[in-house]
């Protein structure tokens, strides 16, 4: 599965890179998974503004940009600076424009992007740690996700409704200690439906992609 993806989109990445930014692991595939799974919706939907959140080394946002059949506008975030100069890599590797912007989630263009993002993509670090652990402007970023693992993803929440256009959909990557019944009450009173579009076990861990649509 992943020699599938990654060889492909990464190119000739050095292992040492992966010391400072995420090495794609089977969440990511995952994701990858349920993108191509949703090929016909997102077609139908011809989005024109796609967003990542937490970006890596840009294979997600490299392969939705393959995926899509129109042009669109590919903006990604991420608080690592390691991690913006590879998806700019992997995007140019594979003939693609992608905008990065090295923040906090989506702190310095959520006005820009209000009610525009056709579709939004976050794979955000979803590990049960310590809270001290978590966005720290390194490696440890990836994955340190605090209390239940849903720190950083629960900032991101709120946000959804003002981000996403009328049609829009966000995909997000949860584990099973994540509380994903939570999860969708949260976005069932911020107006969203959810459904779990690919779900796989990756050795202790249970990982799910959750789609949200508006109700
Ligand atoms: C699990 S990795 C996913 C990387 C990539 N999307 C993938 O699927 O391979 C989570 C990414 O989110 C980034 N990240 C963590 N906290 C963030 C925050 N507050 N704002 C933006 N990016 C963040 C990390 O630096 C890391 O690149």
Known sequence: MSDRFKTPLLGNVRDEDFNQVYEPAEDSFLLLDALEKEDNFLQTLKPTVCVEVGCG??????????????????????????????????????????????????DTLEERLAGTVDVLLFNPPYVVTPSSEIASADITASWAGGVRGREVTDKLLPKVKSLLSSNGVFYLVAIQENDIDDI???????GFRMTCVASRRAGREFLTVLKFVRQ
């Open 184 to 190: 969708q009450q949260l976005m069932c009173k911020n």
């Open 57 to 106: 080394s840009g294979i997600c946002i490299t392969f939705l940009s393959q995926l899509l059949e129109y042009p669109a506008l590919f903006i990604c975030t991420d608080i690592n600076p390691k991690a913006a100069e590879m998806t700019q890599l992997t995007a140019l590797r594979n003939g693609k424009v992608v905008e990065i912007v090295v923040c906090n989630l989506v």
